[in-house]
């Protein structure tokens, strides 16, 4: 059973710096990642999908990777702004038949004036 | 391009009660999913149609929950009787055919239920 993990659970950082995320899973078979954002009592937004042959993707100031054989992942996001807070979820497409997004817990992202 | 649209957007009823959510995908979109997503966690896969047929309902308390997408269009959700566990946001998504690999779903705003 594919398991997504996410760390740090929270992050707080202030405008104009550089960042991180991190996402581990359990199963390497992955068709692909996606990055999503989720603002409070909104949906989610895809940032970004590595297709499990690509290396990394590229998005204005965001930046994901994706090392299929470690299962890792990470979103990087270049000079932080405050529009940047919000949860940041991490899913990965996996499963034979029908193909399914197993979700991380998310990170909280605030970015402090 | 319309996004996925849900309906109602926020829903309090009392436990043992029903209740149905309402889900219209993007215009072409041939599969659909609705996901439930605790405070806290992660969205977790409902139930998976593709067109108007069931792919994966694995995770879906068939006791309780039921789904139907008629016509291969809309779609809704049913809880009857709800239980003070389902309190969550509910999500619906689509995407165009549902291929691993290379296509993105699309979440709409979601359906925030609180059963007292």
């Known amino acids: 059973k594919q398991e997504v993990t996410q760390i740090p659970a929270a992050l707080s950082v202030p405008e104009g710096e550089n960042l991180v995320l991190n996402c581990s899973f359990t199963?390497?078979?992955?068709?692909?990642l996606q990055w999503f954002r989720q603002d409070p009592g909104k949906g989610l937004t895809s940032l970004l999908l590595i297709q499990s042959s690509q290396r990394e993707q590229t998005s204005g100031r965001l930046n994901a990777s994706l090392d299929k054989s470690s299962g890792r992942s990470t979103l990087y996001i270049a000079a932080s702004q405050p529009g940047d807070s919000a949860t940041y979820l991490c899913a990965v497409e996996s499963g034979a038949g029908s193909y399914q997004l197993t979700f991380g817990k998310g990170t909280k992202l605030s970015v402090i004036p | 391009e319309a996004g996925v649209a849900q309906s109602p957007r926020y829903k309090i009823i009392e436990k043992r009660q029903s209740v149905a959510f309402w889900c219209n995908p993007i215009s072409g979109h041939a599969t659909l999913y609705w996901y439930q997503q605790i405070l806290g966690q992660g969205p977790k896969l409902l139930i998976q149609f593709q067109n108007n047929g069931v792919v994966d309902d694995s995770q879906l308390p068939k006791d309780r929950f039921s789904a139907e997408r008629l016509k291969g269009v809309d779609s809704t959700l049913k809880i009857q009787p709800a239980k003070l566990e389902d309190s969550a946001v509910y999500l619906c998504a689509s995407s165009l055919e549902g291929l691993a690999g290379d296509d993105e779903q699309y979440f709409g705003p979601g359906t925030r239920l609180t059963v007292t």
């Open positions: 199963d390497s078979a992955i068709y692909n």
